[in-house]
């Protein structure tokens, strides 16, 4: 990050892209590139919290998987350096759980699988960190690619929200966006925190 105020991505070191590197390898070991069909009974609420954990890693065609592969790759190299590698390790934790937690008791579904809630995670809680930084949202006129950028993910959620079921072509099946929604809720709620710590410390 460029001090002056202009954040830049950063050469990501080996251990901020350890989780996305984990996150790949586990989305082949439960056969990423297998399509996934059937949709599975709800069951009660701990045993689907359980299942929507190993189902993040699944996906519903090779498509869907390499469309989530692109998502990790330019959110680990846009973003994974704006934080200490400790709190984004900590951010696919948190997501993973808070994806799952979401679609349990928040917004109940039957199934899901697949990876986009978690990056959507992880995405909200860098996005909001930089932005809640001064020294890189100011002048405007250095960060207004951020603001941008906030903005069109803004219109992107929007109108998830209002296109129910959210039909996607290239997956054949509706888009999880309660999921997108869980991992939203999730990275903003870490990032508060992340920054709520950091203030009391330097206080």
Partial sequence: MDTNGHYKPAGASLLHWAPAIAVALLS???????????????????????QTLASQFEHLNAA???????????????????????????AWVWSWLGVSAYVTWVEPMRWMCGLSGLLHGVFTLALVNLLLQKQVTRPFSRSWPLW????????????????????????????????????????????????????????
């Fill in 28 to 50: 082949l070991a439960a056969g990423g590139l297998q399509p996934r069909f059937a949709p599975e009974p709800r069951g009660d609420a701990w045993g689907f919290f359980l």
């Fill in 64 to 90: 869907h998987w390499l469309l989530n592969m692109a998502g990790l790759l330019i959110v680990n190299w846009g973003l994974a350096s704006s934080l200490p590698w400790r709190v984004w390790a900590l």
């Fill in 148 to 203: 941008a950028l906030l903005a069109g993910f803004l219109v992107k959620l929007g109108l998830e929200s209002t296109t129910d079921p959210h039909w996607d072509p290239l997956l054949n099946n509706a888009v999880a966006v309660a999921a997108h929604r869980g991992g939203v809720l999730s990275g903003l709620i870490l990032a508060l925190a992340w920054r709520f710590w950091l203030s009391n410390r330097r206080a």
